[in-house]
């Protein structure tokens, strides 16, 4: 069963071209379901799996206290992997076809104000590089609305501040040109001047655009620690996530008159129904501020 896990997952990584940490997701959803049948349910080939075995670890997960958020994604990881057994010919039948996946609560994203984004951006002192480098990482997280994995993915090559954008690599390793504006831009360039040349390690030269103290590549973990810093500074209350101002990014854009299709493209979203949920944030928004302050209300 492991070794059919490795094939699943080698086809993913080369065939459909999947992101790093999608495929970690899959691998880690589909280990906890081998490990299940294995020990809990004396399941020992997926050629043996029924409909009843994987109901009974999607209960197992629940009664876990697991999300329904949680379950959609290994219930996916399941169907997935199933169905690519069936179509090697390692198994004779998809005992997923009949499960259905969880309804989703979809909650609305959390997004700052444009005053508590202004003072996000202006909290960062410019007295040090580091100071320079997080200026520029904000500046850039919400002007463009890239993914926190895909901002510290960027090499250098892929800043084409003369031109006026950015690229970048999202899900599926697909390439898409960003704009970004004139306050990113000058932010991103200061930073390169005058502070990235002093936290490179001289004797591990990095294409990478963003470093941290050791001169190499940051990490999403110390971007998320710089992030929370930096928002304790700026006395932000609101509930901070590294998706925060893409989310805002995106809110903004739509209340300001962008157009949705642009916004997806930006955003690098496949489906547009995902872009839409920015619409319903701001329609709350919108009743919020009717609530807040219409005499009639």
Not at 12 to 34: A, F, P
Not at 114 to 137: H, N, S
Request: a positive charge; glycine letters at 4%; charged letters at 25%.
């Amino acid at each position: 069963m492991k070794d059919q896990i490795k094939d699943f997952i080698h086809y993913l990584i080369v065939e459909r071209g999947l992101s790093n940490n999608t495929i970690i997701s899959y691998e880690r959803d589909l280990k906890s379901y081998q490990k299940h049948l294995v020990e809990k349910q004396q399941i020992v080939s997926f050629n043996d799996v029924t409909r009843f075995h994987i109901i009974q670890f999607l209960k197992f997960l629940k009664e876990s206290g697991k999300s329904s958020k949680t379950l959609a994604r290994h219930t996916a990881s399941i169907r997935s992997l199933h169905q690519f057994l069936l179509r090697e010919k390692q198994a004779d039948q998809d005992p997923s076809v009949l499960i259905e996946s969880p309804q989703l609560e979809r909650s609305l994203p959390k997004i700052l104000s444009l005053q508590e984004v202004e003072k996000l951006l202006e909290t960062p002192k410019l007295t040090t590089p580091f100071g320079y480098r997080d200026k520029a990482m904000l500046e850039l997280l919400y002007a463009t609305g890239i993914r926190v994995s895909e901002m510290i993915d960027l090499n250098l090559t892929d800043a084409h501040l003369t031109m006026g954008f950015i690229r970048c690599y999202g899900k599926g390793n697909k390439e898409r040109i960003v704009p970004i504006g004139k306050t990113a831009a000058e932010a991103l360039m200061n930073y390169i001047e005058k502070a990235r040349p002093k936290l490179l390690n001289s004797k591990e030269p990095t294409e990478a655009l963003f470093v941290n103290h050791h001169g190499k590549r940051i990490s999403r973990q110390g971007f998320w620690k710089n992030l929370k810093q930096v928002a304790i500074e700026a006395n932000i209350q609101n509930e901070l996530t590294p998706h925060t101002l893409r989310h805002s990014f995106a809110t903004h854009l739509l209340e300001n008159g962008a157009d949705l299709r642009a916004v997806q493209e930006m955003l690098g979203h496949a489906d547009i129904s995902t872009t839409q949920i920015y619409t319903h944030v701001t329609k709350a928004r919108l009743k919020d501020v009717y609530n807040q302050f219409h005499p009639r209300a």
